[in-house]
């Protein structure tokens, strides 16, 4: 079975990040993901997406509602031309309810994902929620990371409906699992053996609130002046964070990272984990984090599904403000629990990745032969 995923671009981000790491677990044999992107150029993804097998088909252009038509006829080209698709699965809410469609009249079983919960309202997030709103009549399957998400996006009737499921965002835990050996060497290995390291790994998008973070940090030096702040992402506000961080007095101490493959090492390293976002679907970097056993600082923003175990992650409103993130900080430093607890924690919570992937390879036989009856029925 070859399911499409359809995508804005494969590039180091939490939902490709999620959908790489079912990729690399599913059963291969049996399922293989091809791509649909938006993107002409090679993204992060791409390299090693072809190394599993599978295509990346770069033959849509980024939708913006003045080419719908052209849009359209774009989906249902391509989704004429490619009939080795059973299953289209569907990450991208703007443009869903014409790719989605689509891919159903051709008959194939489509699945709208979300990945995200509503973003603080502007006019992009109006035209956004508006466009997505017919979507909840167009998938036979829906998916989300969280309740929360699927809310969201989909509305509680659906959520609360047989075609709804959660799919967690699971990592290969293996990978991150960490004992105070591991993590101490993994100080060494970047040269942090006398730091205290603050770790952030997240796009740079208002929605992640690093100007929080930037002051929140500041004020942390104050209290322990051996830290270091590590911000591993890339995006569209980096130099409004590094301007933020002079303006803070606190730029010699933050390491602006940049996309990379050494995530899981990073992590390891990390003496705690802070993730101030507005709001989050369910974020793999944080199921990441408390696998590494660093003590995990999250907001309200945040599910609280993804917290693995109290021990580990602590929730916090930014209403308190910075100073209150600064107090837990400083107190998830001191009670920090033995790092072997995190792994352990993940993996009992579900979110291990072989887990998952044998549930999605049932979820995509059972969604295939349904679409095939329907339309036998038909």
């Known amino acids: 079975m070859r399911v499409l995923q359809v995508i804005g ?13 079912l990729y690399r677990a599913i059963d291969r044999e049996r399922i293989q993901f091809d791509f649909l992107v938006h993107e002409q150029r090679l993204c992060d993804y791409d390299e090693e997406i072809a190394d599993l097998g599978g295509s990346v088909f770069r033959e849509l252009p980024r ?21 080795e698709h059973e299953i289209v699965h569907g990450h991208i809410g703007s443009s869903a309810l014409i790719y989605l469609p689509e891919a159903r009249r051709a008959g194939k079983a489509v699945i709208a994902h979300s990945h995200a919960r509503n973003f603080p309202l502007s006019p992009t997030e109006v035209a956004f929620r508006a466009l997505s709103l017919p979507v909840r009549f167009q998938a036979d399957g829906f998916l989300a ?18 075609r709804f499921s959660v799919l967690r965002n699971a990592i290969d835990v293996a990978a991150f ?13 970047f040269g942090w053996a006398d730091r205290v390291v603050v770790g952030h790994v997240g796009r740079f998008d208002p929605v992640k609130n690093h100007r929080f973070l930037i002051d929140a940090f500041a004020r942390f030096k104050r209290r322990v002046p051996e830290a270091l702040l590590v911000l591993v992402g890339r995006g569209a506000i980096e130099d409004e964070v590094r301007a933020h961080a002079v303006d803070s007095g606190c730029a010699d101490d933050v390491v602006f990272w940049g996309v990379t493959d050494e995530v899981a090492r990073l992590q390891k390293a990390f003496d705690l984990f802070v993730f101030p976002s507005l709001s989050e679907g369910l974020p793999v970097s944080v199921i990441e984090a408390q696998a590494a056993g660093a003590p995990t600082l ?5 599910p609280e599904l993804s917290v693995m175990d109290a021990r580990i992650a602590t929730r916090l409103d930014l209403t308190q403000g910075p ?3 600064v107090d837990a900080m400083v107190g998830a430093l001191e009670r920090s629990p033995e790092r072997a607890l995190g792994a352990r924690a993940v993996r009992a919570a ?18 295939a032969d349904a679409s095939t009856k329907r339309t036998e029925g038909e």
């Open 9 to 21: 671009a494969m590039d180091r981000g939490g939902a490709e990040t999620m959908i790489m790491n």
């Open 63 to 83: 939708f913006v509602v003045s080419n719908a038509c052209s849009y359209r006829r774009a989906c249902r080209d391509f989704f004429d031309r490619h009939p």
């Open 145 to 162: 990371c969280s309740l929360e998400a699927g809310i969201d996006r989909f509305g509680r009737a659906v959520v609360g409906g047989k």
């Open 177 to 189: 699992q960490c004992d105070e050996p591991a993590h101490r060497q993994a100080k060494r290995d």
């Open 298 to 302: 999250l907001s309200t923003g945040v």
């Open 323 to 325: 100073q209150v993130w």
């Open 350 to 367: 579900g979110f291990d990745i072989e887990r998952t992937a044998a549930w999605l390879e049932r979820y995509y036989r059972s969604l």
